[in-house]
């Protein structure tokens, strides 16, 4: 062990050296140590609502600066609604809880260059002193680490199309059966099988359910033909605060999946993009595009075939989920109001005993 340790401490001295220090970088972190942000640090010793955001949408979901300019309005959403944003990634090793404006920058700039980072990759990215953007999976693993409940993303990862065959099953379900985190998204792209995603949610345990509707949303569109459990803002309070609730009295363990439909005003022609995502799949089974660069390719091909539209709407919808998050869309004044449902979800979980 000993060995194994001083050469890890090598490594570490190895990527010292060699790696550029950085203005701002996070070399002076020692192997293994998580470093909060301070507002996010403050927020959770005093019990306050902190969200978690992933930034594998960063690096690889859309170009810069579309992407920083994404990214930040989403975080000044949940600021706007009284809770602190968290945007998890690894930096030079380190995984970061909260970026500051710089480490969110340097993310973007990044681009692709940072590695996208699942669960299987978080050991290769820290032991190496590199630089990772966090999937669901391995955003979830860092929030509910440091006593996140809470975690708003735009679609997840599901079983993919033919995964009965590929066994391409995303990090994310498997992650969802295991880590207890509420995890809000617009449900899954039709560019997976939704069906099958369900299913094997339902194997791993997790509790799915959608906000104002029971029927599962597929991302660009408020349908996707799966009924799930339906949840209204009180439903949604509820449920967030129940997952880490559960979990300690239980020890269940599991997290839990709400889908905010996408708002109708934001909701691009389902055709269009529905034939877009047909095309964008067959060109790569001509290209075997598989693994883990599939979801980005399928994601950049279908935003280029329908001219940006789909872009839009993800950026539309970093926006709009935590907005419709917050809002019960019969009183629109409750965002204005800065009536947090964040905060009310701490709450709920400071009386509940946490
Ligand atoms: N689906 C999307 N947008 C995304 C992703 C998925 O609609 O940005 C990203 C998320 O970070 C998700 C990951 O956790 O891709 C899943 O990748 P894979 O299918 O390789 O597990
Ligand atoms: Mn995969």
Sequence with gaps: ASSALSRLVNLQRHFQLTGSNRKGGNDDVGIGQVKLSADVSEALSHGRAVVALESTIISHGMPYPQNLETANEVEAIVRENGAVPATVAILDGVPCVGLSAEELERLAIMGTKARKTARRDITYVVATRANGATTVSATMIFASMVGIHVFVTGGIGGVHRHGENTMDISSDLTELGR??????????????????????????????AAYQTDEFPSFFTETSGCKVLSCCISGLILLCSTAPFANMKLKLGTGILIAVPIPKEHSASGSLIESAIQKALNEARDKRITGNAETPFLLARVNELTGGASLIVISNCGVFYWANFLSDSKD????????????KIALCLAQMGE
């Design 179 to 208: 880590t207890p985190i509420a995890v809000i998204s617009a449900g899954v792209k039709s560019i997976l099988d939704i069906p099958r995603t369900l299913e094997y949610l339902e194997t791993q345990g997790v509790c799915v």
């Design 332 to 343: 629109i004044a409750l965002v204005k109001n800065n009536a947090l449902v964040g905060a």
